[in-house]
């Protein structure tokens, strides 16, 4: 089972666990609507679109509402503490949440305390309290930009606002941020970083980079970076390793883009619509390659 | 493995003392005090207490705060007439915010990212069109009020965020409004 963990941006929006439903451009979850256009709901309604056409359950949701006060994050904290662990989920991915270090250890230790620990996936806020917090090699996967590397690779900056200018964010230098993140032991067992070029890595090597198709103009819009953390972690709950899901996901999101023919106004729904064709056609080029290595 | 590694983390000295908090500095004691009342009065868990070397400003008391939850404080703090001589990481007073800005011209649309947040505008409307990047719980909320807006009348993000992120989105926001000779 994949848990996701993260915010609605609605003060109102109550604490809710369970199977969200996808209709159109929202999310349905126990009587509550949210936009699927940015946030942890477009991570929801593409991991959900994902899992479908990989033929898993769907995704069990646990959100909150916070506009950035953090009055939901910690609600959600709390209820994770105790709740999360008792889940038995085998992927647990984390979004938005107010980023709060001694939170994240308290449910780190309450998972660490039930056995072992289920694979995690940590985007957007909680990777940075993850990062924060020394912790960061506990997870199995952060999917950061290439800004979010550059706060990786600074040891002392307490959020990508403060990362140091002497770490430019530059494509170029994308080798020497991940080699300066994991010597700092701020990076998590493997890292698919997203930009002009997707890096897939993990300590010891880049395992991957991801290019094509190219679509510059995805870049602006909100909600690309949810998606691809979505997919990976449908295709993680299906059983694909990690780094393979990695590849495949950055695959999938630059196909679903390039399939919705965006423009820098591109709403991201009309990319999560286009991932289920946009997957089958990873999934085809994936059993193609197994079938070419089969063969010798 | 994280318990363990609890465990072995209690037997050597910690990396990071303090990696999400932040000094504010003040001029005097009594704005100190003032201002650690205000904050503590809504909500936030705050303490007082002696300046690091590094932080060669103000009195000598310093507040510390949660530092992703600066913008919402820095707000809270204008309203009373009350401003902070320096705002800086706990355990790095030294570091800076993020000043660097990045333009994408895409012909028909202009991108500027500060930090981590972009901002995306159609040039010839003035409409934001998209607001990406970023991880805390703000950034969905002001990319749900911001975009469709037009620059002109768009609210701030530094009125209605409430974050480090909705920091950055602010700086992004004044980039894109000078670079459009609206400010």
């Known amino acids: 089972m994949l848990a996701i963990v993260g915010t609605v941006p609605e003060e109102d929006f109550p604490m809710l666990e369970g199977t969200a439903v996808l209709r159109n451009d929202s999310l349905f979850l126990r009587g509550h609507e949210a936009s699927i256009n940015r946030g942890t709901p477009a991570l929801i309604a593409a991991a959900s679109v994902a899992c479908d056409t990989l033929g898993v359950s769907p995704p069990i949701s646990l959100l909150a509402g916070d506009e950035g006060v953090g009055h939901g994050s910690r609600k959600l904290y709390e209820h994770l503490k105790t709740q999360l662990p008792g889940l038995a989920a085998e992927v647990i991915t984390f979004h938005y949440l107010q980023p709060d270090v001694d939170w994240h250890n308290r449910i780190l230790l309450a998972l660490e305390e039930k056995g072992k620990l289920p694979l995690l996936i940590a985007d957007a806020g909680y990777m940075y309290a993850a990062k924060m917090s020394g912790f960061a090699p506990c997870y199995d996967l952060f999917t950061p ?27 170029q230098r994308v080798p020497d941020l991940i080699q300066r993140a994991y010597d700092g032991e701020n990076g998590a067992k493997t890292l698919l970083i997203k930009g002009a070029i997707d890096y897939i890595c993990t300590k010891e090597r880049v395992l991957a980079t991801v290019d094509t198709p190219s679509v510059a103009t995805l870049e602006p819009i909100g909600g690309t970076g949810d998606t691809v953390t979505g997919i990976v972690a449908a295709l993680a709950v299906a059983g694909y390793p990690v780094s393979d899901a990695a590849i495949m ?12 023919d965006p423009t820098p106004a591109t709403q991201v729904f009309e990319i999560i619509n286009k991932i289920p064709r946009a997957l089958e056609d990873v999934l085809q080029q994936d059993a193609n390659r197994r079938h070419s290595a089969a063969l010798g | 493995m994280a318990f363990q590694v609890l465990k072995r983390r209690k037997k050597r000295a910690p990396k990071k003392r303090n990696p999400d908090r932040g000094f504010l500095a003040f001029e005097n004691t009594s704005e100190v005090i003032k201002a650690e009342s205000i904050i503590r009065t809504h909500g936030w868990k705050v303490n007082v207490m002696g300046p690091p070397p590094e932080l060669r ?32 990481p706990v355990d790095d007073p030294l570091l800076k915010p993020v000043d660097l800005f990045f333009t994408t011209d ?60 909705g920091y950055a989105l602010h700086l992004a926001y004044e980039e894109m409004r000078r670079q459009c000779l609206l400010s």
């Not at chain 2, 310093?62 to 705002?87: D, G, T, Y």
């Not at chain 2, 934001?128 to 807006?149: E, M, Q, R, T, W």
């Open chain 1, 145 to 171: 930009d290439i800004g979010e590397l550059a706060f990786l690779a600074d040891e002392m900056a307490p959020h990508p606002f403060y990362t140091r200018g002497f770490i430019l964010h530059e494509e």
């Open chain 1, 249 to 260: 996901a950055a695959k999938t999101n630059r196909l679903a883009g390039q399939m919705a």
């Open chain 2, 106 to 165: 895409y012909g028909q649309h202009l991108m500027v990212r500060a930090a981590n947040m972009k901002l995306t505008v159609d040039k010839e409307a003035l409409t934001i069109v998209n607001v990406s990047g970023g991880g805390c719980p703000d950034v969905p909320f002001l990319g749900a009020k911001l975009v469709g807006k037009n620059l002109r009348q768009a609210p701030s993000p530094r009125e209605i965020g409430h974050t480090l992120c």
């Open chain 2, 57 to 88: 400003t103000g009195c000598d008391l310093v507040i510390e705060f949660p530092l992703v939850e600066q913008l919402n404080i820095l707000r809270l703090l204008e309203e009373k007439s009350l401003s902070p001589l320096a705002v800086v």
